[in-house]
């Protein structure tokens, strides 16, 4: 088994702009890593599931949740803290940033947000802790970057809601024990509803045939006449920005796993070509790797200032959308060209599981696509600067 060499860099000293609790944050959630996810990952990945078995030690990290208040279980750490959360998480694999990016973001945020009270205090004390997992329906098999087209629906039935369709590509789904559901009311108007495994009518059939994203465990929510209590619509908020909302914070998680993932790649190249020899030299001597490589931390550097700033305007709650579709489009295609170029780096043996790079590289093909793809992300800002919305 490899042995977990990562330290970090750091090369314009960014360490010094954070806070002796963000350094904490992440050097816990780092050695958390190391111990429990490094010597297991390459084996989840190709067995294609999750290590369930890490849910409490996640929790304990404050990968659930880590910017929700207290009272409800949280961590009550601010948005940089969340971010080097997700660094790390990301730095060891997508799918263990997933899992924690869909519990905390795409289900604890909107029960907060949107939630009654009640509903706050019987789901997020729970999903901090781990002891429920939830999941995130919005994708449709008909509706992926255009979920205002949903068909999935409720209708009143006086003492319940009746809801019906399905949602595909759900990461976690195939074991959650909750799943926000986005779905259109009888006037057509997107809500969210908690649904609950053990709903008669409510299925979570897994996706087999993943290459990518093979830690992390990913399905439909299928829904045929499910009765769904009144008490689970999320009272709060209603329309297309609710599940955005939702996306906002998820997306601005990615753009620092996206770092994770680039730094790791670029720390086991950089390592591998001082150490390899080729005609006499180690590789890390010939201008063509140093080229490489040069870009690779300057790339990460740049990336690791955009989402420092990012962050600081998010605690701030002045973030906008389109800045946060900025940094996630950004990193996400910078990680994956470093993985590019770090599996070259290793030649041959940068196809295997010896090193992490190939795993990086195809995770992020999933995380270039989900939370809006590249291509959505890249209209989002075009929105922006022009004033004119091109998707449609
Ligand atoms: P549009 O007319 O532009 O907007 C509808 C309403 O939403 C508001 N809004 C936002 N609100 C909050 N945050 C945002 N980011 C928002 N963007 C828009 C907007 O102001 C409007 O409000 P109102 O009050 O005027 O009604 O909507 P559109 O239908 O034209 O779509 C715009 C578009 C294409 C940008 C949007 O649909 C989009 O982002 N599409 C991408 C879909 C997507 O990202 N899906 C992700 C699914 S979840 C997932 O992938 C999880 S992966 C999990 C993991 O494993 O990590
Ligand atoms: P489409 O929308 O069909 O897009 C296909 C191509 O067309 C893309 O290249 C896209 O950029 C392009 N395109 C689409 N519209 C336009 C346009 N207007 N202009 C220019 N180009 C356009 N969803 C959830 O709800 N919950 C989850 O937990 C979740 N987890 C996921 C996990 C994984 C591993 C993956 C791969 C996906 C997950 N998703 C999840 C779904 C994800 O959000 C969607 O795949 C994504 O939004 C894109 O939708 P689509 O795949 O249907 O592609």
Redesign the pocket.
């Known amino acids: 088994m490899r042995t977990d060499l990562y330290q970090g860099h750091d090369y314009y000293q960014m360490d010094e702009l954070l806070s002796d609790e963000h350094k904490l944050v992440r050097d816990s959630a780092r050695a958390w890593v190391k111990k429990e996810m490094s010597p297991i990952i390459e084996e989840y990945f190709e067995k294609g599931t999750f290590p369930k078995q890490v849910i409490p030690g996640l929790a304990s990290i404050g990968g659930f949740g880590p910017y929700i208040p207290v009272e409800y279980g949280g961590a009550g750490l601010d948005q940089i803290s969340y971010g080097l959360i997700m660094q790390e998480l990301e730095r060891c694999d997508s799918g263990l940033r997933?899992t924690s990016s869909?519990q905390s973001s795409?289900v604890m945020y909107p029960i907060w947000k949107y939630g009654s009270e009640e509903q706050r205090h019987t789901y997020l004390p729970k999903l901090a802790s781990g002891e429920f997992i939830g999941?995130?329906?919005?994708?449709e098999p008909d509706?992926?970057?255009?979920?205002a087209g949903m068909a999935t629906n409720f209708k009143d039935m006086g003492d319940h809601y009746l809801l019906n369709g399905s949602?595909?590509?759900?990461?976690?789904?195939p074991f959650c024990d909750v799943a926000v559901v986005w779905a259109k009311s009888e006037e057509g108007r997107i809500h969210g509803l908690i649904v609950e495994r053990g709903m008669e009518g409510f299925t979570t059939p897994e996706t087999h045939g993943?290459w990518?994203?093979r830690a992390?465990n990913?399905g439909e929510l299928v829904f045929a006449d499910v009765k769904v209590p009144k008490g689970n619509l999320l009272p709060n908020k209603s329309g297309l920005g609710a599940p955005l909302g939702c996306l906002d914070s998820a997306r601005y998680g990615i753009a620092w796993g996206a770092i994770g993932a680039a730094l790791d790649c670029y720390d086991s190249a950089l390592r591998y070509a001082k150490e390899r020899i080729q005609f006499g030299k180690p590789i890390a001597a010939f201008q063509l790797q140093q080229k490489k490589l040069a870009e690779m931390i300057t790339e990460i550097t740049k990336a690791q200032f955009l989402t420092f700033r990012l962050g600081q305007l998010r605690e701030a709650g002045t973030a906008t959308s389109a800045q946060i579709s900025m940094a996630k489009r950004n990193n996400v295609d910078m990680a994956l060209k470093i993985a590019r170029e770090a599996r070259q780096i290793h030649g041959a043996m940068g196809i295997t599981n010896e090193y992490p790079i190939m795993r990086h590289m195809m995770n992020l093909e999933?995380v270039i696509?989900?939370?809006?793809?590249?291509?959505?992300h890249l209209?989002i800002t075009g929105m922006d600067i022009t004033g004119i919305a091109?998707?449609?």
């Open positions: 997933s869909v795409l999941s995130f329906g919005l994708t509706h992926g970057s255009n979920p949602k595909l590509w759900i990461s976690n789904s993943k990518s994203l992390s990913t999933s696509t989900y939370e809006g793809t590249h291509d959505i209209l091109a998707f449609k």
